[in-house]
């Protein structure tokens, strides 16, 4: 029988079995936690500091349960990692000869259904979409998975892909020709007989949660879920538990029924002619709003004179569509799919147009981008159905992430979740922060809103990114600020003559990026949103973090802006009860890529003087890493200056770290 004091101890099972593996209280701490709330059918709150060990603090309990267990992660890559690196790694720790089972969403696997008839169709959009296509043949015939991430020499982003799967709505399910062979079908059985599933969020709500057929027994035979980088739940949550529908769906729709009225009811032209018609309002509801992107709720929409007609005669050629389909339904496996598909559009669309059940609000808004155009109902608030489902059934639910609590405070996460009697911990990590990093603010800089600012970010970084050598993220809050220091930080390199490569969010897919920046060793990478979090650059390729602004969401968005006024509403203080924390996380994530190891060392520098102007500042200080605090430049060039790890700054990290700034 294991025990977690000795497997976690510095001569224990981890130890010995884990190469670089070294004993950490927090994760003893953590693992204990866990261990109760799975006896007790609990839910736990534990957020675990960077370097805490977190994983095996959760997979250890988890494994010695000895019941079935699903673990959901943010992402592909992280539920990649997780399977392939971190879940073999406690199974040699424990020789647990547990069965695990890797599970991805549909659009993950081949579809021997689509591939063929694309196959056979013979048109594509890209010129070496057939060569791709064939290649992708040929792995599905030897594959025993038909996972597209396994098929060497064919890019994950090959538009052939689109060839070669299915999605919820264009799925045939059991009435496929090739049901029996379906490598979807094959990993959800796979699942079903497995101890422990790997998972990732969207997967988790949208075929777990809303019990997508085949898979929908999973959940409530576990006995133990684990919500991993659970700080991204509630707006995954709201994502599946809202609707959205947009102009790539209506066009793929209108796009496959006039391809099946060609080949399957050529004698039927009407069939053809409503596609055509549809595709074609389709594209006008798009070009009834400007060419730049839009966010409006639907009470806004008043303002553009064309929005009206377009929409009447969308609804209009989707019902002409949906009627002569209907007639056509019987005659094809294909045809009928595109029938109940346009039924499900209709619905979503009428659903979109009227009025919610007041006790459980949605915010009805529209977004436009360059070529697109979506129409979304999100729920205000996810407590309600997100905390129901955790007290279904006798079941241990673990949430966890680095980023939890504001403070040590679990309340703006509770309340979202509707979580608010859960079970909570919170370790510290391990790393000793006033030495191994910097906090700068610098003076003098305009406030965040005016339009200078980015120049002023751009200048107050040159100093910085000069004695760290580049290796350096810079991270904004808006893709306009971040293109801007672009051409700012261009002119600056090329005028300085330094050679540091700048890579930057857009210009090449994320892990390229990273491992370029990872190769170069002095580089600079701008990025945006989605490198505040789940990036881990370790050692000394990554130094310097610099934050442009505050991550506040903006106010002016239809769902921030409509949570506001429902706070307000109900009496409560939005700003401090939802945006201040919200803000405070998201930093906390962005903050987090710096330090990942003992060894690194680094200077996080954040442009927002609110940091240290405003009353609130202190609470948004006190959720970053203690790390020593400075608004003088001096100090970050003398910690630079200083190849030692310790002390890092004589005299400054002695001071009490609260006051240094």
Known sequence: MFDLKSLFSPEGACATVLPGWRSRPQQLAMAEAVERAIADNSVLLAEAGTGTGKTLAYLIPALLSGGKVVISTGTKALQDQLFHRDLPAARRALKSPVKVALLKGRANYVCHHHLQRNLADGRFAHRDDAAWLQKIARFAETSSSGDRAEAEGIPEDATAWQYAISSRDTCLGSECSHFKDCFVMAARKAALDAEVVVVNHHLFFADLWLKDEGVAELLPACN????????????????????????????DLAGDTKRLAAVKAGDFPALRRAAEDLAKVTRDLRLAFPQNPVKSTIAELARYDKWPDALKALSSALDETAKLLETQAERDADLKNCFERAQAVQATLASWQRADDPDNPRVHWLETTLSSLLLHATPLSVGAMFGAKLTERAQAW?????????GGDFTHLKTRLGIETAETLCVDSPFDYPRQGVLYVPQGLPAP???????????????????SRGRAFILFTSLRALEKAR????????ARGWDYPLLVQGDAPKNELLARFQKAGNAVLLGSQSFWEGVDMPGDALSVVIIDKLPFQPPDDPVVAARIAQAEKNGGKPFMDYQLPHAAISLKQGAGRLIRTETDRGVLMICDTRLADKPYGRLLLNALPAMTRTRKLEVVERFFASPLASPVIEGEAAQPVPHVL
């Open 449 to 467: 809103n005016t339009p200078d600012f980015t120049d002023a970010v751009v200048n107050a970084a040159l100093p910085v990114l000069e004695v």
């Open 398 to 406: 673990i949430l966890t992430s680095a980023t939890l609590a504001v």
């Open 487 to 494: 051409g700012l930080l261009f002119d600056a390199f090329k």
């Open 224 to 251: 133990t879920v684990v919500l991993d980088e659970a700080h991204q739940l509630a707006e995954t949550a709201a994502q599946f538990f809202g609707e959205t529908l947009s102009t790539a769906q209506l066009l």
